[in-house]
Structure formats: structure tokens, C-alpha cells
């Protein structure tokens, strides 16, 4: 593995404790062959890469001030020979058009030392295939997934070879970037809260953004009571400044919040807020005085899954479901995973 990519800053400790991670994604569109890969650290891009360019390259001034001289032409090539690969083999056997997607990384817990790994294969929003660490041995639920199942299942060099990355090499990667990255990556931003509806007999939402860390918590309360029933949660979303946004749904009648005492909880690290449900709270398609910024999208939840996989392709590239490593993978004997040695491939 090319650890020398990332200079090793001694006697810097961590004074963002707690979890991090470190996550990679391919996605691969069958239809008009879209391919598109990105890396994450603590939820935050840090390089990315599209068949379209043709071209890796870094998403953070962090990482690009510390990259080896041909760092990013040893991704790109390694990315365009993964694309290849995905093309030959999964592609041929799929008709239609269909989404393809890889996920794999590893997570630290720099207070506790608890690590976990992962690798993991997506079909249509589907779990595919994954890595069971713990009986050591590949699992597939779906049926499309049983033919490389059973072929997996016979390369025990192939399973050896991303347990060894991902326990050893990732998590050495993972502690790099975050020394590399620490003054951005433990700022911390204060949410933004706004209750929002289309009209007044539509559902509420509690939106939150431009948010930094991304772990949040979000809570719709009915006198006091945690809600979870009429409530729906949409997912986390990366906004183009790094932070994050996310929106929770209160689907009940107007008669009902009239009645009671409704409001969101959110609790971020670096403040807990809470909206009490009132029409003067309520932001609506109709209001002039405050206009909504236009990342405050109201949003159906059923719409939020097609986002999260638009900006995968598109703005990270799952972004679920569920990645290449700061160096996409461990180089293959021959220098690239999807080289002839086929065993390391998938």
C-alpha cells in the first residue's frame, strides 16, 4: 500500500474524539455506463473521480498538499481499470439498466480503540453481496448476487486480501487523514432549524442544515413524548460547504399541533435546539418576509433516497449502498485490483 501518500504528523493528538470513518463508494450505471468513485472521511469528500473526466483528484486543500507527484495518476488508472472490470463482468450479465455499488471502509473509535470494517455490494438499492467478518466468509441475500457468491466463496485469497486492507491498512489510512485534515475536520458548526410546509394542511418539517459534524439527532415531541409514530425520517445530505443537512417529517392534521404542544429537538454537538409547532414558526411556500434559502428544499421523504443516490453519482461519485481508499485498494500483486489476478476482483 502506498502509505506514503499521506505524511505522518507526529505528536499531533486528536482533540475531536469520539468515532470516525473512513468510506469508499463506486457506483456504476448500466444504462448509459456511468461510473463515479469518492472518498470520505468523517462524512467529509476528500477525492473524487468520474468516467466523464477521466481524472482522480483531490476535493480537500488538505489532501492536496500532501500528495505524492503521481498520486493521482496512479488513482486515475487504478479507477479506470475498476471501471472495466464492473463493464465486463457485472454488466454483461445484466439486462437494462440497473445501479451497481460498492461501499467498504473502516471506522476508529480514537476514545474507546474500537475499530469495524466493511465491504459491501449494492444492486438497485439492494444489499448484493458482503463481507461477514466474524465467520469469514461472504454472504449474499439477493439472487443476482448467488454467481459471484459461490465464486467468492472459492477464492479464500480474495477474502484474506480486503480483511487484511480493511483491519490493517484502512484504519492506519483513517488515523493519517485525520491528522492530515484536523483543523478542518474538527471545526464544529452550529445547525440551522426551520419548521416547514408546502401549505397549511400539509406535513411539517423540521429541516436542519449547514451542520458540521454530521452526527445530529432529531426529534419530533408531542407534549413532552418522544413521536414516532407519523414521523419519517429522511437522510443525512452533504451541502456544496461542506456541512450537512437533514429533515424530519411530522405527518399529522393541523387540528391535531393546534391542540397540542408540538416541537423538534435537535441535539448537536455543539448545541441543543428546540421549535415549538406554532403558525408563527411555520415557514411556508406562501411567506415573502423570510425567504428560504434555496438549499432548504421541501423535500417528500420519498424523494430524499433518489437525492442521496443523485449526489453519490453526481456531487460525492452512494452518495447507501455502501467505497476505493485514500488509496482505493491495497495494489494487487500485479498493481491493480482488477488486473489479470482476478481473485482480488469484485
Known amino acids: 500500500m502506498r502509505s506514503s501518500v499521506l505524511l505522518l504528523l507526529v505528536g499531533i493528538s486528536l482533540s475531536f474524539a469520539g468515532k470516525h470513518s473512513l468510506k469508499y463508494i463506486y457506483t ?3 444504462g448509459d455506463k456511468n461510473f463515479a468513485s469518492t472518498g470520505l472521511v468523517d462524512d467529509v469528500q476528500f477525492m473524487y473521480f ?3 473526466t477521466k481524472k482522480a483528484s483531490p476535493k480537500t486543500e488538505w489532501v492536496k498538499q500532501n500528495e505524492e507527484s503521481d498520486y493521482w495518476g496512479f488513482q486515475t488508472r487504478s479507477l479506470k481499470e475498476q471501471h472495466q472490470w464492473i463493464l465486463s463482468t457485472i454488466w454483461t450479465e445484466s439486462a437494462g439498466e440497473h445501479t451497481y455499488q460498492i461501499t467498504y471502509g473502516c471506522e476508529w473509535n480514537d476514545e474507546t480503540g474500537k475499530t469495524n470494517v466493511f465491504r459491501q455490494y449494492g444492486y438497485d438499492g439492494e444489499d448484493f453481496l458482503f463481507m461477514d467478518m466474524k465467520r469469514d466468509k461472504w454472504i449474499s441475500p439477493m439472487r443476482q448476487g448467488f454467481s459471484l457468491h459461490k465464486r ?29 485534515g484536523k483543523s478542518s475536520l474538527e471545526k464544529t458548526v452550529s445547525p440551522q432549524v426551520s419548521l416547514l410546509q408546502t401549505n397549511s394542511s400539509s406535513p411539517v418539517l423540521c429541516h436542519v442544515t449547514h451542520f458540521y459534524p454530521s452526527d445530529i439527532t432529531i426529534t419530533w415531541m408531542r407534549n413532552g413524548q418522544e413521536l414516532y409514530k407519523d414521523v419519517k425520517v429522511g ?20 387540528e391535531e399541533w393546534r391542540k397540542n404542544e408540538f416541537s423538534c429537538v435537535v441535539e448537536h454537538q455543539s448545541k441543543t435546539f428546540r421549535k415549538t409547532l406554532t403558525e408563527k414558526e411555520i415557514r411556508t411556500n406562501n411567506e415573502t418576509a423570510a425567504p428560504v434559502d434555496v438549499t432548504v428544499v421541501v423535500v417528500p421523504v420519498v424523494t430524499l433516497s433518489l437525492l442521496l443516490i443523485i449526489s453519490v453519482i453526481v456531487y460525492l461519485v452512494y452518495q447507501r449502498k455502501l467505497k476505493s481508499g485514500y ?6 500483486p500485479s498493481g491493480s485490483e482488477s488486473s489479470s489476478h482476478s481473485s482480488i476482483v469484485a
Open 28 to 30: 456504476s450505471v448500466s
Open 50 to 52: 468520474d468516467i466523464n
Open 152 to 180: 467468492c466463496d472459492n477464492e479464500t485469497i480474495r477474502f484474506n486480501y480486503w480483511k487484511n486492507y480493511l483491519e490493517m491498512d484502512c484504519i492506519d489510512t483513517l488515523k493519517k487523514l485525520l491528522k492530515l
Open 235 to 254: 437522510k443525512l445530505l452533504p451541502n456544496e460547504d461542506g456541512t450537512f443537512q437533514k429533515t424530519v417529517i411530522l405527518q399529522t392534521e393541523p
Open 327 to 332: 488509496v482505493p485498494a491495497k495494489p494487487s
